[in-house]
Nanobody, 123 residues
Framework: QVQLAESGGGLVQAGGCLRL?????????????MGWFRQAPGKEREFVAA???????YYVESMKGRFTISRDNAKNTVYLQMTSLKPKDTAVYYC?????????????????WGQGTQVTVSS
């Protein structure tokens, strides 16, 4: 079992930055592939970014250049640095982990999920 706990969300003005953190426990963190997803009100959950065991990354095209995913295996933590935030980035952001090979945008492929952290971007 893996427990995930997100933090770092909050209210920020458009153009601002936030860094989300996700602390993992319960399994060797370095063996996990990690992802960030988000869900805006009234919309389906969508993929944001993922990072593999060797720090290989994958982003949804629309967020590439604004969002950066990284990991610190010594701290069992994955981060999502968000810059140039826009009101449409407002959502609950979820951290997810998978033990199987490869990075994927499919949320059904992730085995473990955090509770989410709210990000609100005001105009």
């Amino acid at each position: 079992q893996v427990q995930l706990a997100e933090s770092g969300g909050g209210l920020v003005q458009a153009g601002g930055c936030l860094r989300l953190s996700c602390a993992a426990s319960g399994r060797t963190f370095s063996s996990l592939r990690m992802g960030w997803f988000r869900q805006a009100p009234g919309k389906e959950r969508e993929f944001v970014a993922a990072i593999g065991r060797t720090d290989n990354t994958y982003y949804v095209e629309s967020m590439k250049g604004r969002f950066t995913i990284s990991r610190d295996n010594a701290k069992n933590t994955v981060y999502l640095q968000m810059t140039s935030l826009k009101p449409k980035d407002t959502a609950v952001y979820y951290c997810a982990a998978k033990s199987s090979l490869g990075l994927t945008i499919k949320d059904g492929s992730y085995d473990y999920w955090g509770q989410g952290t709210q990000v609100t971007v005001s105009s």
